[in-house]
């Protein structure tokens, strides 16, 4: 008896090929394979029916956002461009209409920077702080808005609120430099030489020894308030 070629196709009618039983020939599946599929005709239609309208949705999303990111992108360049209030309308849209993107979210940091430009400290703080409740604290974006905060509050004279922010960067690796210094600055603003006194001379142990001229700059601050006392 000849051996089975297994890649010897039965003959199908050219008629048959367009129903499920046609390509089941074609196929050449196995018995059990076949089997299920004629019992369960009518699922596997369906099954193959949802993941063409899968595939077809799925590229069709690809395809929106997309173009919203190259929109949004557009819109906050444009927006840019401006200054003063035109600029904070403009951004306002941006993040308006496009939420969820990476020119949403900068748009915030735009706006709140132009606050700052335009002298209004209550209110870059607060959107600051609303956009840092919108990010993860492992966003390399959070120290940066951690920033901000600390700057607008100290230059609103919220010092205490200004030294818990920049306390906090004290811990931030990348950010010690800001933190430190923000610190002992804002406790002499305060009157507080003491306190910042402290927070130089911790500095100094935290300074690379290689960074010469910060060592300088914090020496001569720490010399100039033990003169003062």
């Not at 003491?194 to 130089?200: F, M, S, V």
Request: zero cysteines.
């Amino acid at each position: 008896m000849a051996k089975e070629d297994i890649f010897e196709k039965e003959y199908v009618d050219e008629r048959e090929k367009n129903n499920l039983e046609g390509l089941l020939e074609q196929l050449n599946l196995p018995p059990a394979a076949v089997k299920f599929v004629r019992e369960n005709k009518r699922l596997v239609q369906a099954a193959a029916a949802g993941l063409v309208i899968l595939i077809v949705g799925w590229s069709l999303y690809d395809s929106y956002r997309d173009g919203r990111i190259e929109k949004s992108s557009e819109a906050l360049f444009a927006a840019q461009e401006l200054s003063g209030q035109e600029m904070l309308d403009k951004l306002a849209e941006v993040e308006k209409d496009y939420g969820g993107t990476d020119a949403a979210l900068w748009a915030r940091i735009n706006a709140a920077q132009e606050f700052m430009e335009n002298s209004q400290m209550s209110e870059a703080q607060q959107k600051f702080k609303e956009l840092r409740d919108d990010i993860k604290p492992s966003s390399p974006l959070w120290p940066l808005v951690s920033v901000g905060i600390a700057q607008s509050a100290e230059a609103a004279g919220n010092f205490d609120e200004a030294v818990n922010e920049y306390g906090a960067l004290m811990e931030v690796e990348g950010y010690k430099d800001i933190g430190f210094l923000g610190s002992a600055r804002v406790r002499e603003l305060q009157g507080n030489r003491e306190q910042a006194l402290e927070l130089y001379e911790q500095y100094l142990t935290e300074l690379d020894p290689a960074d010469a001229l910060q060592r300088v700059m914090v020496e001569e601050k720490i010399a100039r308030i033990k003169a003062a006392q």
